[in-house]
């Protein structure tokens, strides 16, 4: 999706800046997606990739800027009430609860849509039944669009399930309330690139079934991967955004090799 | 498969009686060698049937049939009790005390197993159900029954006062923050004259609902129930209620929200991502465990009538948490058992009572080294009886695995 096409902006940022002490690890990022976009956020290591994750998702108090998703100017809310206005995130290392079975966590990322809490569940237990076995067939949906052997394994706990499966999981539940953003952070870190190719393969997938309008900002690493799936990439280095455009342009941008290559 | 049924219910009637006869045995016969024997030799049984596949299969396979027949089953036991026991009086007063004790530590259970936080003030939240209930029993002579809720209600009020700090602490600080509230509140009562001081509350009316007194004897078809059967009987009813109660919460949304912001389990960071307030959803969790001990403790104090400090003290409190660490975080039958064994083991073994400390802390140590996740590990959550159909094979319990 070229930048001068007519898109729908979903999201937006500006001068988004964060200090730790007396280092700025995001420092003035201007940035936005359109609606349906994939963006490639790279650069190396201690760029400030995850930290700007962390200010968009709410878990980072911000120092200055604001940012928007659908014209509404979400800073300084809590995390959670982030969520539920549509950014909803991955981390880069699992945070699945191991010893909850699939569908529990799976459930975790749905608890914001359900309605049965406590009076249903002491009292009118038809109520939580039903909203149970909605939910169940929605986690079953949303398994089998990665791997239908994941349904069969929904009452498992987690930690019996292999590596790729959690990644899997894992985006699962960051997709189970339709967000409109999804924030996916290193999501082939430590998975051999098979694997992660076939995690690009099915998020693909998903995207063109079911997700259509889905956007998403996808941290990694991999530039296979970055190159196959993005639509526009935006490169970090100390915390400033050096780059921006299409995978090609950006490749091509000097400061951004200086920075990876160490030149 | 009417043949089926039978060989099942002939299983279970069976296993329960023995189980059964084996129980009160043990309470019953004070020759402590004899119950050790005993004990022994029920520990071979079981041993020598967990062997045998066949058997072992068979009568697994039968609870988990018939359920709902063993329920009933253990409902007539239960309630029975009291007629078998009701030469022994001081058994009966012990096992209402231990319904006491199981829903103090079903309420830590909802605080610690479920949510996460670490409450090791459980003994001041007992003992401003049991003051409330005194105080207002001998100052104003307001209803037993109306106590019992007063108590329960206060406990939450009070535990409120806890939010902030509990709230801007996180993990073992939190622990700390409890500590601090049992030490402090001991020291108050042990100071304030209003409240009787060392010497506690004395002389609270008995229990007592609609006119009934409870130290009147219960006639029954020409038995005779000592009067403690009343005190029984009521515990059992709120027990009963509260941990029902305490399973569906854990059978829903709400235990699974409690899971997900468990430091222990889950973590408090990914719950927030995924839209839960966890702030709110730890107090809710603190409030109600505190309801349960709060209860508890005004239930207490209307049975045994006096109430003082050396009953809320920090020691009192590690001893109610270690229910839920014996029994299994997060498992309600587990709780439950574990909370009965440690009222009626220091019992039996008074002859021993300056080494029961000891005992204690070795059988714990060697739980934690040897069984960590408790007498019964909590299981993975099914929710409701539905969800029976899903395949043998795809259930197991929770957390089955080496690598944690």
New interface residues.
């Given amino acids: 999706m070229p930048d001068n096409e007519p898109t729908k902006q979903l999201f937006r940022c500006e001068k988004l800046t964060k200090n730790f002490g007396g280092l700025k690890a995001v420092d003035g990022v201007d940035l936005g997606v359109s609606e349906g976009e994939i963006l490639g956020l790279i650069g190396p290591n201690g760029a400030g990739k995850t930290t700007f994750f962390n200010l968009i998702s709410g878990v980072y108090p911000i120092d200055e800027g604001s940012f928007f998703l659908r014209g509404e100017n979400l800073m300084g809310l809590p995390a959670h009430k982030i969520k539920k206005k549509g950014i909803s995130r991955t981390f880069q290392q699992s945070r699945l609860i191991l010893n909850l079975s699939v569908y529990d966590n799976l459930f975790t990322g749905m608890l914001e849509s359900f309605r049965s809490w406590f009076r249903d569940s002491l009292i009118f237990r038809s109520r939580f039944k039903e909203e149970l076995k909605r939910a169940i067939e929605k986690a079953n949906q949303l398994l089998s669009q990665f791997n239908a052997e994941l349904v069969g394994k929904g009452f498992l706990p987690v930690s019996e399930i292999s590596q790729i499966d959690r990644r899997r999981l894992e985006i699962c539940r960051a997709l189970a309330t339709k967000p409109a953003l999804l924030l996916l952070d290193e999501p082939s870190a430590g998975m051999s690139p098979e694997e992660s190719a076939e995690l690009m393969l099915d998020l693909q997938r998903i995207r063109e079934k079911e997700y259509r309008e889905l956007s998403i900002i996808l941290v990694e690493h991999d530039m296979a991967v970055i190159e196959d799936i993005t639509d526009r990439v935006v490169a970090l280095n100390y915390g400033k955004k050096i780059a921006e455009g299409t995978f090609e342009a950006v490749s091509r941008n000097e400061e951004l090799r200086e920075a990876y290559l160490g030149r | 498969m009417n043949d089926h049924a039978l060989k099942d219910w002939l299983l279970i009637i069976c296993c329960l009686a023995v189980s059964w006869a084996l129980f009160i045995s043990v309470l019953l016969i004070t020759n402590l060698f004899l119950v050790f024997a005993l004990i022994v030799l029920g520990g071979v049984a079981m041993y020598g049937i967990s062997r045998r596949e066949g058997v072992k299969a068979s009568i697994v396979q039968a609870f988990k049939r018939r359920n709902r027949f063993t329920f009933i089953c253990m409902f007539i036991i239960i309630i029975g009790l009291p007629f078998i026991l009701r030469g022994s009086p001081y058994w009966i007063l012990i096992l209402t005390l231990a319904i006491l004790w199981i829903i103090v530590a079903l309420g830590i259970n909802i605080q610690f197993g479920s949510a996460g936080i670490i409450n090791l003030g459980a003994a001041a939240f007992y003992g401003v159900g049991a003051y409330t209930a005194g105080m207002f029993a001998i100052k104003l002579g307001s209803p037993p029954l109306f106590n019992l809720l007063l108590g329960a209600v206060m406990s939450m009020v009070v535990g409120s006062l806890l939010f902030i700090p509990l709230l801007k602490a996180r993990g073992h600080y939190q622990a700390l923050v409890t500590i601090a509230f049992v030490m402090a509140f001991h020291n108050l009562l042990n100071n304030a004259a209003w409240l009787g001081g060392a010497q506690g509350i004395v002389g609270i009316p008995p229990m007592s609902v609609a006119g009934w007194s409870f130290v009147q004897e219960i006639k029954v078809w020409g038995l005779k129930l000592p009067s403690q059967a009343n005190f029984y009987y009521l515990a059992l009813l709120l027990g009963g209620l509260l941990a029902a ?1 305490s399973w ?2 854990w ?4 235990g ?2 409690w ?2 912001i468990n430091e222990g ?3 408090e ?10 702030g709110k959803w730890a107090m809710i969790a603190f409030t109600i465990g505190n309801f349960y001990i709060g209860l508890a403790g005004a239930f207490y104090s209307h049975m045994t009538t006096y109430v003082s400090p050396p009953d809320i003290t920090f020691y009192q409190s590690l001893l109610f948490l270690s229910a839920v660490i014996l029994g299994g975080v997060d498992s309600i039958p587990g709780v439950c058992l574990a909370a009965l064994l440690l009222v009626i083991l220091p019992e039996k073994l008074r002859a021993f009572q300056q080494y029961w400390v000891m005992f204690f802390g070795i059988a714990l140590v060697l739980m934690l080294i040897l069984r960590r996740k408790g007498l019964i590990p ?1 299981m ?5 009886r ?2 029976r159909e ?1 395949p043998e094979s ?3 319990p ?4 080496k ?2």
Avoid: F, Q
Wanted: proline residues 0%.
């Fill in positions: 109660a569906r919460l059978n829903s949304w709400v699974l929200t899971n997900a389990t889950g973590d960071l990914s719950a927030k991502c995924m839209g839960v307030a966890t909590a993975i959550r099914i929710y409701t539905g969800m899903i795809l259930r197991a929770k957390g089955s695995n690598n944690d």
